[in-house]
């Protein structure tokens, strides 16, 4: 059964900073219509920095969609022009400090693809130095080093909800444990 | 060191169908300001049907924001007054005609916490009944049952990068595993 849908129209309802939405008329199997309301992200990377001693480098910053601070992984949003590896590479640095030598890519995952076509790239990065961090003005973070192991444990627990979180870091665990 | 950023003029620039937009005038840690834009999602379920060969019940369907087919296991929005475990009952009736025995919360998880609200709320659902599918008229699903080792393997293989699904898939193998 061949499921596509085919545009039909497409109309930009809104130009944001971050996103733009675009709500389209398609065509769906069968011969009928329907209307997709689609939220257009650049994309992105979230790295999970490992340590020697089997640390994770991790970011807590007030996330104003949710109204609180979230424990994260280092993540950003891809430039024009940028592969996944350099945004990785750009971000680790700017919010951490940290260079890694090692890397490793955790696939991708589609954070929402009922309505939106945001990608992220997920990095394990190793062979980590430290050097000077560069966030952004308006960007406050809080650096933490915690245990693979009990980040683990905090995702099953329900104590990290961030998505690109919870995948990299029982991917990463199933990687590195296997 | 308090983070919280506090709104100081919200505007609705977008009302849709699904998400609606917000751009927000905040303060920011040390005094200044910056804007947020925020995508505002109803939320919703997305649950893991396991059968009693531990299969997973999955569901693959055209996702129109990223011009392919996608494998997901069966999801869906809240609607105004459901709670996650009423929703996730509704919605694996809808999409796969399956009644399960016993709910286990896996968590949840917040899709894109940087830019959108959206939280997902997942299930392990266990002693599956099979009743009549009502999928919603412009959906168009295609159902399979796959081992749960095999959907682990295409997580960790990028074969599988729906958020959510990925998610539920190594939190429910871990939970039973342990």
Request: charged share 30%; glycine share 8%; net charge negative.
């Amino acid at each position: 059964m061949d499921l596509t849908e085919r545009t039909i129209e497409s109309e930009t309802v809104y130009q944001g900073v971050v996103v733009k939405i675009k709500v389209d008329k398609v065509s769906i199997p069968g011969g009928g219509r329907s209307v997709r309301e689609v939220v257009e992200h650049p994309g992105g990377v979230a790295i999970l920095p490992l340590d020697e001693d089997d640390n994770v480098v991790t970011v807590t910053q007030y996330r104003y969609a949710f109204g609180k601070e979230l424990l994260e992984i280092p993540a950003g949003k891809m430039e024009p022009g940028e592969n996944p590896l350099e945004c990785a590479r750009r971000e680790l640095r700017e919010e951490t400090g940290i260079l890694a030598d090692e890397w490793v890519s955790l696939g991708s995952i589609y954070a929402s693809p009922g309505f939106c076509d945001e990608e992220l790239h997920l990095f394990l990065a190793r062979g980590l130095k430290q050097v000077q961090a560069q966030p952004d003005e308006d960007e406050f973070l809080i650096i933490k080093r915690l245990p693979l192991d009990s980040l683990v444990e905090m995702v099953m627990a329900d104590e990290v909800r961030d998505a690109k979180t919870a995948a990299a870091v029982l991917k990463a665990e199933r990687l590195l444990n296997r």
